[in-house]
């Protein structure tokens, strides 16, 4: 069975919405079924379209799968800016060091 | 006004909803669904879902809350069954739904092989969840699988049954791999790529029908009379617009689908149509063309909405697609075409390059395999239609960004270089 733990999705207006979150699904899925908006995924998760950004300043270090090479050069041409706490939030898997969790979503996806 | 009244309820369908609201409309939106299942994204059917990376909750396209939240009126199970014109109204099993402007959002259908046998259990075509359910399940349980027709979907099942270590041929009656939708180069890496993790080809192959025994499936024959045993079998031979209701109203077409113009309008007022059912000359194609994918279907029903709306952009978007393999992610921008000048980035047999394809020394068409930043790059590249530095280009270490020649440098090009 998939435990579940809580993520927090900041708007761009700075408002934070927290929300359940199933291990095992990606962070990009989680918005998508609690229905927050800001989360495009275009692509569905194949790590494509880079619109699912998200920024990962409150996460804390070494929580985070690793980034792949190939998401590292998606994010350069992310629609909007590329912070060093930026990710593709399709790549990031939910596990239980993820609870309380902050994820800022950016200005832009396309 | 009166309701938008949307049919088809996938990637071109919901997009157009959504955007129509973003765009300001005021009255009722339905969206009619032909399917019983929540809205969902179509590529993972032969990928992720199919491999059991994900379930059906982690593919659905939006949150079923926010159709009632954007008070959209999303009808799963109903299908439009006739429209009428002239009165201005759509027919489903709940009666008549009139609307002030219509949306074709009905998509492509997998077009199937008039075999015999095809109709036997174990023969599947793949398009829907409901498919891709079936054909899971079928999965687990085979030994054998043939994959009748070597395109994207074929390929993509085809590493999906070796990854999970099934015996696995590729039917492909061409003498080589996606030849009508990739340069050989590409296609050439994919065979061997394939080759390596033990899938088998037969090409120039022509099936001759199916052979079951007590109603299932035991061998693909072949027109040379041989026989390959199989438990299952994919007929991934393309896909045919969904015509069905379109073909009644008289609605101009072109390309094998509805046409459209780059606002989406169909030849009749009040009607438009969008994603794989439409024909289009996109400004980035030589021809008019039926574009199968997710890009083309959310770009198509986001300039819609806004032409519904009063706005008047029109579509401009450089046409891309992707497909995944094992682990290779291939992406194309822009549309090649036979005759283009290609440049190689990157040797293939390192498993990352990238080919360009140049007409009058500007990039048309870059199909990447696992470079990335290639493809989001010549996205720009080619919608802006700059002459490029060739030399530059075929240095794989040379960020693509660079390889524009200088005089035609503009500032957003510099400052899009790393
Ligand atoms: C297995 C598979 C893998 C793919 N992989 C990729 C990929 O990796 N990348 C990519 O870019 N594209 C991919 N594609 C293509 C992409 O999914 C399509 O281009 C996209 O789904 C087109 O969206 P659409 O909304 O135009 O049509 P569709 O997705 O075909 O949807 C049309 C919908 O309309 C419904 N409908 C039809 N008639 C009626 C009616 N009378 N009333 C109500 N509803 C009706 C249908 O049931 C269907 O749900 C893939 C497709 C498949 C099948
Ligand atoms: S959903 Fe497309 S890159 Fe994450």
Known sequence: MSESVTIIFE??????????????????????????AGIEAECGGSCICATCHVYCDHV????????????????????????PSSRLS???RVGPALDRAVFVIPEAQF | MGAAVIVGASHAGVQAALSLRQSGWQDEIVLFSAETDHPYHRPPLSKAFLAGEKDAGQILLRSPDLYRDQQIDLRLGEPVEAIDRAGRFVTSKSGRQPYSTLLLATGSRARRLAAPGADLDGVFTLRSLRDSRAIKDALAAAGSVVIVGGGFIGLEVASTSAKLGRKTTVLE??????????????????????EGKGVRFRFGAQVAGFEGEGGRLRAVRLADGSTIAADMALVGIGGEADLDLAKDLGLRLSAGGIEVDAHGRTSAEGIYAM????????????????????????????????????????????????????????????IGRPGAVEILRGDPSTGAFTLLQLVDGRLIAAHSVNRAADHMMARRLIAERVPIDVAAAADAATPLAKAVLAEATTSRMATAGP
């Open chain 1, 90 to 92: 399709c790549q990031i």
């Open chain 2, 173 to 194: 009656a061409l003498p080589t791999l996606l030849s009508r939708a990739l340069p050989p180069a590409v296609g050439d890496f994919l065979r061997s790529y394939h």
């Open chain 1, 60 to 83: 804390a270090d070494g929580v985070l799968d690793e980034m792949s090479p190939i998401e590292d050069d998606m994010l350069d041409l992310a629609a909007a800016e590329r912070r």
């Open chain 2, 275 to 334: 994603g794989d059912v439409a024909g289009f000359q996109n400004a980035f194609a030589p021809a008019s063309m039926r574009l199968e994918s997710v890009q083309n279907a959310v770009d198509q029903a986001k300039a819609a909405a806004a032409h519904i709306c009063g706005g008047d952009a029109g579509l401009t978007a450089v046409p891309w697609f992707w497909t995944d393999q094992y682990d290779l992610k291939v992406q194309m921008a822009g």
């Open chain 1, 11 to 36: 708007k761009r207006d700075g408002e934070r919405i927290e929300v359940a979150a199933r291990t095992g699904a990606s962070v990009m899925e989680t918005a998508v079924v609690n229905n927050v």
